[in-house]
């Protein structure tokens, strides 16, 4: 494995990761008060 | 296979832009610092948190408030609740002072599985009436009232649904029949006299001949019935529990919340909130969104009308200082195209309402999830109740609904003396 790759590996890690939090931000605030009595 | 794969990752981005689009938003909303909302010295004004949102998630969104002066002291009462949607283990508390300052809770008034809102208190008869909303839709709709009393403020009775409203049906050959039930929605109670209540209620009578169409969604369409009139009655009333009507107020669009009071002359002006006047729109605004200003000489059986597209006047309420009637409600920061856009700022504002138009004067600390007033004057003292998210926040409407609701009841003191000398500077063009 290159260095290349390594770093292309890395950057869609963080990508992934940036943009699942954006994607679950907005549900879990929206989404928990359905769960809430 | 590439094609497959570029297929998925299209219909992956479809679904998951705009969630990030609104996350991107969120966080926006939540970092910009607002406005200063310096008060003009002549007002003498000061604001204070008198139910602040504490950390429980069950608890945290206070709202709805009215404020009155009972006995010796101020009573006001909010809804408290999850979110500004329903939440059916809410709870209307009432929390009393001397001097509005040092609060001390002394009831918690709540309905059964059922979402309680809208409060709203009229001393009728030496005793303390308390109008409230018990919403079953998911989006609070207004479609009846119910109510209880008290004699101390403390000890209330079961509330009970306001069945005893009596309206006149008349059909298109000129018949009346008189019909006494509830599904009438009560906004704020008030007197001329002392001994005749007046109150403005909206809901529904079977429609005769033909009415304008509208297509679209417009706020309110959830609750509409084939063959029935939306409109807003006005009701009189000697004990505060048998209402009978007086006149139709309005009901060429449908309206809500309608505010009431009288100007010395006896004048009876009343606020509407009126969704649409004909255009489709709802969640991102309705560009004939307004207020509908009715005025009535007695005996309060012939309105006239005006309109003011600069704000929609939400959760108000009016009050007169001398000759000159004053608004407290919500500020659209109108005029504008898209009049209660979910995704707007909205205010808590002073406006002065004159015959022919509102005259917004300026606006309270407030932002997000805001409004619904009270309103106590006393001596050279205007105290106002209203909700609002954190006041170092700028939240739009939307997030202060059900992303972000923690919102807190502050307390609004400013001199009346004060605001007429604003209001003249103000339409003299001195901003």
Known sequence: MT??????????????????????????????????? | MKKIKWLLYIVAALFLLPVVLIS????????????SFEPDAVLNAETWSVTPSLDDIRTQHNSNTELIF???YFYLIHAQTKWHLQDINGALVVKRSRDAREWEEVARITVPETDVRDPKLALINGRLFLYFLPNDHFDPMPVTTYWTVSDDGITWETP????????????????????TGGVWNMWRPKTYDGETWYVVASGKKPEFGARMEVTGHIEGDSVKEEGMMPLSVLFSSTDGIHWEEVSEVYSVFESFEATLEFLPDATAVSTLRVS????????????????????????????????????????????????????????????????????????????????????????????????????????DDIFISYYTCPIDKDYPWVV?????????????????SGLVTYADRIIAGDR
């Open chain 1, 3 to 37: 260095t290349k790759n390594i770093v292309g590996v890395v950057i869609r890690i963080i990508l992934s990761l940036v943009v699942g939090l954006l994607v679950a931000y907005p549900l879990f605030l929206y989404g928990r008060y359905f769960f809430i009595n």
């Open chain 2, 24 to 35: 991107c938003f969120l966080i926006y909303w939540d970092v910009r610092t607002p406005p």
């Open chain 2, 70 to 72: 009972f006995d010796g």
């Open chain 2, 160 to 179: 009970r649904e306001m069945d005893t409203m009596t309206v006149i049906y008349r059909s298109s050959d000129g018949t009346e029949r008189y019909v």
């Open chain 2, 276 to 379: 649409s006047m004909g255009t489709a729109g709802y969640a991102f605004g309705n560009p004939t969104s307004c207020t509908l200003i009715a005025t009535a000489k007695p005996p309060y059986e012939e309105w006239s009308y005006a309109p003011s597209f600069i704000t929609r006047l939400d959760g108000a309420t009016l009050f007169t200082i001398g000759d000159r009637m004053f608004a407290a409600g919500r500020n659209h920061m109108g005029p504008r195209f898209d009049m209660g856009n979910h995704m707007a700022t909205k205010r808590t504002a002073l406006f002065e309402v004159k015959g022919d138009r509102l005259v917004h004067l300026f606006d309270l600390p407030s932002n997000g999830d805001t409004a619904y007033t009270g309103v106590v004057v006393r001596g």
């Open chain 2, 400 to 416: 202060g609904v059900c992303f972000l609701p923690k919102t807190e009841v502050r307390m609004a003191r400013i001199s009346a």
